[in-house]
């Protein structure tokens, strides 16, 4: 055969993969979806966040004669990848409402005279008649649907600009529709499927396992210390803290900043030139930290985000997953961190509480508990998770979770759990947590002195633990349903019927602590990076330098230079020739030849000095 990168067939893909791309192999499913593209067939591809789906058509498109279409829902994010596919030495561009009319008529041009291997375009695009018509006089390649699950109603974000996409099999009948996605139940997958019309597409679910993320629950302590020395163990690196209202990302955003901590907020109250502005920031390294709502992170491909920690309850488990994936695409480690407080709990009922539509009412309700199952399981966090999506975790224990690495320690607190219940029914279910804890820790406070509480037997029999064990322990007890709480200004606590059962006996009460383990956490998201002598470390900080100078002239995002993982490699190995540096991961032909002189004089004057 003489064609140099046969369509089909068991040709290697491996010399164009490492020539364009810098990688000396194929993620798992990428090369099978690569064949099938390439051989024609349509494809529909689940694969989690970070599992490297722009691969997937970014090679065929280069390989493949004419312009591949790449449907996608974000102006931000077109841009972003169009800068990263140039990178490498792609011909990209994007057409968008952003570029002004003469824009639009320079990309259209290159695309009628194919000088493009890709073309990003909004969807709304497909619903006008002119572009249309423009495209059945244009070579195409194959027509690529990112973020695919925008076109069905039942997943989370829905765009209506998707349906016009119905017609694409009509409209190019001879090319191959692609679509991929990170986030399909199988209800969605059907549905995008259907709506797109694919024609016996091969299909792909991979694994929505990932494996660099590490998965923790901590019990969330009120006041501001906490998450503050949390990120003292990630000084220097990025990463996204998730909080559920404007009002509380807002108040620690500003929180950290008065620290010193370089952080921004980000929520759909802000305007919108402050939000690209943060956005953005975030994006180019410029800020280590955003705080941010559920609004941020769609269309986020920064590929260094090294820990996500999520200071406030998520929606549900799927939003969870959705909202840690963004950590680690790189495939480096990064650490995924959820503080959850039985206290929150109410705060979210008290929203889904306030719903009109009963049918999201009752789903919203579903999820909380399903969430709330999640945070206080002492089973493994991946296999909950693999689990939700109806996967199975092939081995025991993931080993890389808090649950995993016996952080957890369950302790019968079945005694304890009866002398709160003996409180409260002794005390006729009239008082609330507070004043409990006050008789069971031997308070003389005015109010136990008026009520004369200090005469129950129950009163300073919890003197073996602190307020915080028993806060704790009540808010377990309520949230297995043990305990009822009034509503009102002053809720009282009283006996549910598994509350009765506890004091009888006849059920065990085991709580979770957690064993504070000093250190583990810094070092365990750093993984590659950690592994770098102190002097490496030194040498990775200047090349980080570099890049971000490199990025800020070129007008580019620092990760579209070189991800993490190269840097880190870089470091550990530090080649002296351009052929050294070849052979590290990310860099192709076109980075090498770009990037070869700085990069190695950095090393040079590092190993010198
Ligand atoms: P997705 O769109 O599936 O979330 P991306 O396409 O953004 O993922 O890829 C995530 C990261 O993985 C990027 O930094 C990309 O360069 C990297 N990547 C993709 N394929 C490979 C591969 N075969 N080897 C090494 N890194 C890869
Ligand atoms: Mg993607």
């Given at each position: ?7 089909s067939?068991?040709g290697?893909l491996d010399r164009p993969?490492?020539r364009?791309f810098?990688?000396s192999s194929?993620r798992p ?5 690569v064949?099938?593209l390439?051989a ?5 591809a689940?694969?989690p966040t970070?599992?490297g789906?722009s ?6 498109a280069v ?8 449907v996608s829902?974000?102006i931000?994010?077109m841009k972003?990848?169009?800068?990263a596919a140039?990178a490498?030495g792609i011909r990209?561009?994007?057409?968008n ?7 639009q008529s320079a990309?259209?041009?290159s695309l009628q005279?194919?000088d493009?291997?890709?073309l990003?375009v909004?969807?709304?695009?497909f619903a006008?008649d ?12 194959m027509a ?6 925008c076109i069905?109603e ?9 349906l016009s996409?119905s017609s694409?099999v009509?409209?190019?009948p001879?090319?191959p529709?692609?679509?991929f996605t990170?986030?399909?139940t199988?209800?969605v997958?059907?549905d ?9 597409p091969f299909?792909?679910r991979?694994?929505f ?10 019990f ?10 949390l990120l003292?163990g990630f000084?220097?690196q ?6 559920t209202s404007?009002?509380?990302?807002n108040d620690?955003?500003?929180m950290?900043?008065?620290?010193g901590i370089?952080?921004?907020p980000?929520h759909a109250g802000?305007?919108d ?5 943060n956005?953005?920031?975030?994006i180019?390294d410029?800020?280590?930290?955003i705080v941010a709502t559920?609004?941020f992170?769609?269309?986020i491909?920064?590929?260094?985000v090294?820990f996500v920690?999520?200071a406030?309850?998520?929606?549900s ?5 959705q909202?840690?994936g ?12 959820m503080l959850?407080?039985?206290?929150d709990?109410?705060?979210?009922r008290?929203?889904?509480d ?17 969430v ?9 966090r991946r296999?909950m998770?693999?689990?939700h999506?109806?996967e199975a975790l092939?081995?025991?224990?993931c080993?890389?979770c ?16 009866q002398m709160?219940?003996s409180?409260i029914?002794?005390t006729?279910?009239r008082f ?6 006050d008789?069971?820790l031997?308070s003389?406070n005015q109010?136990?002195?008026?009520f ?10 919890g ?7 028993w ?5 377990d ?7 009822g709480?009034s509503?009102?200004?002053?809720p009282?606590l009283?006996l549910l019927?598994?509350?009765?059962r506890i004091l009888r ?6 709580m979770v ?6 250190g583990k ?5 750093r993984?590659?990076?950690?592994a770098?002598?102190?002097a490496?470390?030194?040498l990775?900080?200047?090349l980080?330098?570099?890049?971000k100078?490199?990025?800020d002239?070129?007008g580019v995002?620092p990760?579209?230079?070189f991800?993490?993982?190269t840097?880190?490699e870089?470091?550990?190995l ?11 991961s990310?860099?192709?032909?076109v980075k ?14 590092h190993?010198?000095g």
């Amino acid at each position: 055969m003489n064609a140099p990168y046969p369509s089909s067939g068991a040709g290697s893909l491996d010399r164009p993969l490492h020539r364009i791309f810098g990688f000396s192999s194929f993620r798992p499913n990428q090369e099978q979806i690569v064949r099938a593209l390439m051989a024609g067939r349509d494809v529909f591809a689940v694969m989690p966040t970070g599992g490297g789906k722009s691969l997937c058509y970014q090679l065929p498109a280069v390989l493949m004669p004419g312009t591949a279409l790449v449907v996608s829902p974000l102006i931000s994010l077109m841009k972003d990848q169009v800068d990263a596919a140039r990178a490498n030495g792609i011909r990209a561009a994007f057409l968008n409402s952003s570029l002004d009319f003469a824009d639009q008529s320079a990309v259209l041009r290159s695309l009628q005279s194919a000088d493009l291997d890709l073309l990003y375009v909004a969807p709304e695009r497909f619903a006008l008649d002119q572009f249309r018509e423009l495209l059945t006089g244009c070579r195409i390649s194959m027509a690529v649907i990112d973020e695919a699950h925008c076109i069905s109603e039942w997943g989370h974000d829905f765009r209506p600009d998707y349906l016009s996409l119905s017609s694409l099999v009509e409209l190019l009948p001879d090319v191959p529709v692609a679509a991929f996605t990170a986030t399909a139940t199988r209800k969605v997958q059907q549905d995008i499927v259907e709506r797109l019309r694919l024609r016996d597409p091969f299909m792909l679910r991979a694994s929505f396992d990932r494996p660099n993320l590490f998965y923790e629950v901590r019990f969330k302590e009120p006041g501001e210390a906490q998450l503050v020395s949390l990120l003292q163990g990630f000084a220097g690196q990025s990463g996204i803290i998730y909080r559920t209202s404007r009002k509380s990302v807002n108040d620690t955003a500003a929180m950290l900043q008065k620290r010193g901590i370089r952080a921004l907020p980000y929520h759909a109250g802000l305007g919108d030139t402050e939000r690209k502005r943060n956005q953005e920031a975030f994006i180019r390294d410029e800020v280590e930290i955003i705080v941010a709502t559920v609004a941020f992170g769609m269309g986020i491909d920064k590929s260094n985000v090294r820990f996500v920690i999520h200071a406030d309850l998520p929606k549900s488990v799927e939003s969870y997953y959705q909202e840690t994936g963004r950590a680690g695409r790189d495939g480096e480690n990064a650490r995924c961190i959820m503080l959850f407080s039985h206290a929150d709990i109410p705060k979210v009922r008290f929203f889904i509480d306030a719903m009109q539509d009963e049918q999201e009412r009752c789903r919203a309700l579903d999820a909380l508990s399903k969430v709330v199952a999640f945070a206080s399981s002492t089973v493994c966090r991946r296999r909950m998770l693999l689990e939700h999506f109806d996967e199975a975790l092939p081995v025991e224990n993931c080993g890389t979770c808090d649950v995993c690495q016996g952080l957890h320690e369950v302790t019968d607190c079945t005694r304890q759990a009866q002398m709160v219940l003996s409180t409260i029914v002794r005390t006729d279910s009239r008082f609330g947590a507070t004043h409990l804890v006050d008789i069971l820790l031997g308070s003389k406070n005015q109010k136990i002195m008026e009520f004369g509480h200090d005469r129950l037997k129950v009163y300073g029999i919890g003197k073996g633990h602190d307020k915080k064990f028993w806060r704790r322990l009540i808010d377990d007890l309520i949230a297995r349903k043990a305990v009822g709480r009034s509503e009102g200004l002053y809720p009282m606590l009283y006996l549910l019927e598994g509350g009765a059962r506890i004091l009888r006996g006849e059920e065990r009460v085991e709580m979770v602590r957690i064993k504070e383990k000093k250190g583990k956490t810094a070092a365990a998201v750093r993984g590659g990076l950690d592994a770098l002598s102190e002097a490496d470390k030194q040498l990775f900080e200047q090349l980080r330098t570099l890049r971000k100078r490199l990025a800020d002239e070129q007008g580019v995002p620092p990760y579209v230079i070189f991800s993490d993982k190269t840097l880190v490699e870089l470091s550990d190995l530090q080649p002296s020739t351009p052929e050294e540096m070849l052979a590290i991961s990310g860099i192709g032909e076109v980075k090498l030849a770009r990037y070869a002189t700085p990069f190695l004089e950095a090393i040079a004057r590092h190993k010198a000095g």
